[in-house]
Nanobody
Framework: QVQLVESGGGLVQAGGSLRLSCAVS????????MGWFRQAAGKEREFVAA????????YYADSVKGRFTISRDNTKNTVYLQMNSLKPEDTAVYYC???????????????WGQGTQVTVSS
C-alpha cells in the first residue's frame, strides 16, 4: 500500500500563490508517477499535473500551464504543487495520487490522499 498525505491548502485572493505538499510513504517502489488532481463542487475530478519520480518528466493540464509547477524531492518522498496567479476557477479540493505509468484519467490511479481545500476569492 501507498499512503499519501497532502498539506498546504487554504484561502487566497485571486492572483495569489499557494504551495501544496504531498508526503508519500509505504510501497513507493510500486509507483513511478505522482499526480495532482482537483475536484470542484458538483464537478468531476480532473487532472492537474503529474511528474515521474525518476526523470522528473512533467505533464500539465492546459488550464494550469504556465501558472502551476509540479516538482518532487526524492530524498523526502515528497511532491509539491506550486500554484501561482490563482484564479477563482482554481477553487477545488486538490488530491495527490500515485500510480505506475502516466495517465490523465483519475479512474486509473489506485492511490489517493485525503485532499486539501483550495479556495480562491475574487
Amino acid at each position: 500500500q501507498v499512503q499519501l498525505v497532502e498539506s498546504g491548502g487554504g484561502l487566497v485572493q485571486a492572483g495569489g500563490s499557494l504551495r501544496l505538499s504531498c508526503a508519500v510513504s509505504g510501497s513507493i517502489f510500486s509507483t513511478n508517477v505522482m499526480g495532482w488532481f482537483r475536484q470542484a463542487a458538483g464537478k468531476e475530478r480532473e487532472f492537474v499535473a503529474a511528474i515521474t519520480w525518476s526523470g522528473g518528466n512533467t505533464y500539465y493540464a492546459d488550464s494550469v500551464k504556465g501558472r502551476f509547477t509540479i516538482s518532487r524531492d526524492n530524498t523526502k518522498n515528497t511532491v509539491y504543487l506550486q500554484m501561482n496567479s490563482l484564479k477563482p476557477e482554481d477553487t477545488a479540493v486538490y488530491y495527490c495520487a500515485a500510480r505506475y505509468g502516466v495517465s490523465s484519467d483519475f479512474h486509473n490511479w489506485p492511490y489517493w490522499g485525503q485532499g486539501t481545500q483550495v479556495t480562491v476569492s475574487s
